[in-house]
T-cell receptor
Framework: GQNIDQPTEMTATEGAIVQINCTYQ??????LFWYQQHAGEAPTFLSY????GLEEKGRFSSFLSRSKGYSYLLLKELQMKDSASYLC???????????FGTGTKLQVIP | DTEVTQTPKHLVMGMTNKKSLKCEQH?????MYWYKQKAKKPPELMFV???????INESVPSRFSPECPNSSLLNLHLHALQPEDSALYLC??????????FGPGTRLTVT
């Protein structure tokens, strides 16, 4: 089976930096996705990590440690529109088989 | 065109009805997916089609029947559903192992 853990909720201030952690236990790990989902909308892709290390993409960065079963999403210069759920998703047991974590609901406050 | 479209947006059906959800993409993606998402829960994978063949079935009850008529279309046929099947049904597509593009979903209510 798989176990993917994320904090349920986080609150951060506009303009600040926030780090959302994800830990996982799985066999046949291929890669890890981060998706953003606004309430009532479909998830949108943010990042995909296969190798250890940090991937930077504008205000968003994602880190992966395969040996530790750990990833984080770093959001810089927070904006009000970043208030959403952030879903960590593990691809394992073959490509295309993706399991989502429970998601972290981020609230950005002024 | 980087869009996945789904119809209908909303569907209300009785437990004895038969209905179908439709999904379409024109990005040339060879993998298409159905997910089920209950309120405040993450999406749960139901089915994956790869090159128009069913490659993953996550032990979904037979009252859900997927179909992939061609590489751009994906259907989900519904029959004899239960009220607990009420959820948002998301379709997604991807090019091999890369990111999945999600459609807006069909919000299904079973009465």
């Amino acid at each position: 089976g798989q176990n993917i853990d994320q904090p349920t909720e986080m609150t951060a201030t506009e303009g600040a930096i926030v780090q959302i952690n994800c830990t996982y236990q799985t066999s046949g790990f291929n890669g890890l996705f981060w998706y953003q989902q606004h309430a009532g909308e479909a998830p949108t892709f943010l990042s995909y990590n296969v190798l250890d290390g940090l991937e930077e993409k504008g205000r968003f960065s994602s880190f992966l440690s395969r040996s530790k079963g750990y990833s984080y999403l770093l959001l810089k210069e927070l904006q009000m529109k970043d208030s959403a759920s952030y879903l960590c998703a593990v691809e394992s047991g073959g490509y295309q088989k993706v399991t989502f974590g429970t998601g972290t609901k981020l609230q950005v406050i002024p | 065109d980087t869009e996945v479209t789904q119809t209908p947006k909303h569907l209300v059906m009785g437990m004895t009805n038969k209905k179908s959800l439709k999904c379409e993409q024109h990005m040339g993606h060879r993998a298409m997916y159905w997910y089920k998402q209950k309120a405040k829960k993450p999406p749960e994978l139901m089915f994956v089609y790869s090159y128009e063949k069913l490659s993953i079935n996550e032990s979904v009850p037979s009252r859900f029947s997927p179909e992939c008529p061609n590489s751009s279309l994906l259907n989900l046929h519904l029959h004899a559903l239960q009220p607990e099947d009420s959820a948002l049904y998301l379709c997604a597509s991807s090019q091999e192992e890369y990111e999945q593009y999600f459609g807006p979903g069909t919000r299904l209510t079973v009465t």
